[in-house]
Structures are given as C-alpha cells and as structure tokens.
C-alpha cells in the first residue's frame, strides 16, 4: 500500500492482491497449508444451491449463523478476473504466493490456538 502512495498517479486503480485463483485452486491451497484434503467432489451448480438454500434455514433453526446459503453458494460461482500487473509494472510491487500466504496464516492460527 505504501507503494501506491508514493508511485501511484492520481486517479489510477491499482489492484494489490497477487494471483488470483479459482474456488478449485483456493482449495487445493488451502488443503496444501492445511495438510488436509482438499474436496475431491465437486455439486453441479443447480445442486449446490439447493444444498445452500436447505442450509442456511436448518443452521439457523440450531443456532447457527447461515455461513451456507444459496446466495454464498451463487456467489461463489462468480468469476472475478483481475491482473496485479499494472502494480507490478508501475509500482515495482510483488506478492507472496497464495501458498506462502496461507501457510503462513495458517501457522500463526495454530501458534495463537495453542498460546
């Protein structure tokens, strides 16, 4: 962000976030900094908002916040394509991977969990 400051020009958009990956990508990630298995099967669409849409009432009647829902499930279909190489071309910017980011974060999980 301090790049954007000092090199961006006024009025421009930059977009800082590295790579950016699919929900199957993002999995696989997740399970790499997890050591855990990444979904293996994935609902056709149709499906998959269903099983949204009969979640998100059935946690609430348990008490749950409705993390699952036919909107979240929806919106996870969306496909947002973006490019940092505006930032890494004018700013000098760089990123971490998506997977040293997520281990990293992942580890400083488990260290404050057992803290």
């Known amino acids: 962000m301090l790049l954007v400051g000092e090199k961006g020009r006024p009025g421009e958009t930059y977009f800082v976030a590295g790579t950016a990956l699919t ?3 993002l999995m696989r990630v997740w399970g790499e900094a997890s050591g855990l298995r990444p979904p293996h099967i994935w609902l056709p669409r149709p499906m998959a908002v269903a099983q ?3 979640a998100a009432p059935l946690l609430r009647a348990f008490g749950q916040p409705a993390f699952i829902s ?4 929806r919106s996870s279909y969306v496909s947002f394509r973006y490019s940092s190489q505006k930032a890494i071309r004018e700013l000098g910017a760089s990123f971490r991977t998506a997977e040293a980011a997520w281990s990293e974060t992942l580890q400083e999980e488990i260290r404050r969990a057992v803290a």
Not at 70 to 73: K, P, Q, R
Request: cysteine-free; proline content about 0%.
């Open 23 to 25: 929900n199957r990508e």
């Open 70 to 73: 036919a909107e979240v499930v």
């Open 52 to 54: 949204g849409a009969l």
